[in-house]
């Protein structure tokens, strides 16, 4: 049951050092948005809109931002912009693969930023495909630990269809398929276990293991990539071990 995302690991030590400066903010109300504007302002009938919020108010987001997205998403209020999803495909150093997801009112500005940071950060553009099919569509809930073993979350959530459960240090990554999201999420709220955010994911399904100066180079490319306001999300089949982290944390 148990396996172990390095990717994951690292994202979720850089999401929690994000939270910190506040950089996620403008993305947290941009998922809001959109989540309102697809499938309604109601969060009771809309599950990406529920679960999009529950991660704003996790990350410390005020509760009139998240309203505010929430009417202009829905068309209560003006202001909404016209985003699009766009997903661009990239490798960056050791050959590691890296998929760039957007959220933008202007494709032109969101590619070239994105092919400008990718060349100046050792990284390259791919063509559509190139990279996409080392990744599946998964739905991923993140438990932060506290007082539970795995064994207390793997009771809770086996019957819902989760399919693994990783461990990230100081959470724990539950996996499914995302037609099982909401059932696991449900599932850790009636057994009263808390999670810091439920949402669908791309997860790779092979990794390429980097030694200490090309994770280096990964991370600064992921940085560079993350600081674009209109990227949303990155995800990249790097392997960087626990060993590896710590001495880059030092």
């Not at 148990?2 to 400066?21: C, E, P, Y």
């Not at 309604?40 to 998240?66: E, F, H, M, R």
């Not at 999803?85 to 050959?95: A, H, R, S, V």
């Amino acid at each position: 049951m148990s396996g172990h995302s390095k990717w994951a690991t690292t994202k979720h030590k850089k999401a929690v050092i994000d939270a910190k400066r506040g950089k996620m903010f403008a993305k947290l109300i941009k998922n809001i948005e959109v989540a309102a504007r697809t499938g309604g302002g109601d969060p009771s009938g809309n599950p990406t809109l529920y679960d999009a919020i529950q991660k704003a108010k996790k990350s410390s987001v005020p509760n009139d931002n998240i309203d505010r997205a929430v009417k202009r998403g829905s068309g209560l209020e003006a202001g909404g912009a016209d985003w699009q999803t766009i997903m661009y495909e990239g490798y960056g150093p050791n050959g590691v693969a890296i998929l760039i997801e957007c959220l933008t009112d202007n494709r032109n500005r969101a590619a070239t930023e994105v092919r400008t940071r990718l060349t100046r950060n050792n990284g390259t553009f791919a063509d559509a495909g190139s990279v996409s099919y080392l990744f599946n569509r998964k739905g991923v809930v993140i438990v932060p630990k506290a007082s539970l073993s795995e064994d207390d979350v793997m009771l809770a959530v086996l019957d819902a269809g989760a399919e693994e459960i990783n461990d990230l240090g100081d959470a724990f990554e539950v996996v499914s398929e995302p037609t099982d999201l909401i059932a696991v999420r449900t599932a850790l709220q009636n057994a009263g276990i808390d999670y810091d955010s439920a949402e669908s994911s791309l997860v790779p399904t092979m990794s390429v293991e980097v030694d200490e100066d090309a994770a280096r180079k990964v991370l600064k490319l992921v940085d560079a990539l993350e600081d674009c306001d209109d990227v949303q999300n990155i995800y990249s089949n790097a392997d960087i071990s626990d060993e590896v982290m710590a001495a880059i944390d030092e």
